[in-house]
């Protein structure tokens, strides 16, 4: 069965600390692993894409890199604004419409 | 840059009434998505058009949910003789799609949060 599990659940940290949230996905033809940034009472963002093991991409602060497995979020030298919920979806592409299936997303808190 | 919008933001309402929520997608985007999202969770998936072809429902989306997109451009969920477990935020998303994996990027709105009392 298609599954993707977020870890850890909230992570708190300091300002200037880095550190890496997991996505770990079970899909048989992932077509797009994707990461959205949500704060409170709003819509999901868009941050990235990622469609094949192997694959880096950066914006600011943040890094996502996928492997066959699981794709991680890397914040580097995190600022308290990167406080939200990170949620990380894949998509199966045409077999199902490009629905995409979240995970449970990481809370994220950056202390000052 | 015109995003998703969606109306109303907040809906509160008293179980067995019906409500209708609005989603307006980027502007050329073909497909649109329904999410509905409770406290702690992840975006579920609903229900999703190309174009004015609703193509895939959920198993979530019961006999009282229905939705359109007339036009093809925006987009309405209807929710009939609401209950308490109906309280949500409910998501709109759109995407350029299909074809190339790039065109499938869905894009969000802010959400319609329902109450139901």
């Known amino acids: ?39 409170p009472g709003k819509g999901p963002e868009f941050l990235f894409t990622l469609y094949s093991a192997g694959e ?3 914006k600011e602060r943040l890094k996502a890199t996928l492997t ?20 990380c979806a894949f998509s199966r592409g045409e077999t199902s419409g490009s629905r995409l299936t979240f995970g449970e997303g990481t809370q994220l808190t950056v202390n000052p | 840059d015109t ?12 179980r067995g009434q019906n409500v209708t ?3 307006d997608p980027i502007s050329e985007h073909n497909r649109l998505y329904w999410y509905r999202q409770t406290l702690g ?17 959920s198993r979530l989306l019961s006999d009282r949910f229905s939705a359109e997109r007339p036009k093809g451009s925006f987009s309405t969920l209807e929710i009939q003789r609401t209950e308490q477990g109906d ?16 065109r499938e990027t869905q894009y969000f709105g802010p959400g319609t949060r329902l109450l139901v009392l």
């Open chain 2, 21 to 23: 929520f609005r989603c």
């Open chain 2, 3 to 14: 995003g998703v919008s969606q109306d109303p933001r907040h809906k509160i309402t008293k």
């Open chain 2, 41 to 57: 969770q992840g975006p579920e998936f609903l229900t999703y058009f190309q174009n004015e072809a609703q193509l895939e429902k």
């Open chain 1, 1 to 39: 069965e298609d599954q993707v599990t977020q870890s850890p659940e909230a992570l708190r940290l300091q300002e200037g600390e880095s550190s890496s949230l997991n996505c770990s996905y079970t899909v048989s033809g992932l077509r797009g692993l994707f990461w959205y940034r949500q704060d």
């Open chain 1, 68 to 87: 066959k497995k699981e794709s991680f979020l890397h914040i580097t030298a995190p600022k308290p604004e990167d406080s939200a919920t990170y949620l």
């Open chain 2, 87 to 102: 309280s949500a935020m409910y998501l709109c998303a759109s995407s350029p799609g299909p074809g190339l994996a790039v």
């Open chain 1, 56 to 58: 880096e991409k950066e």
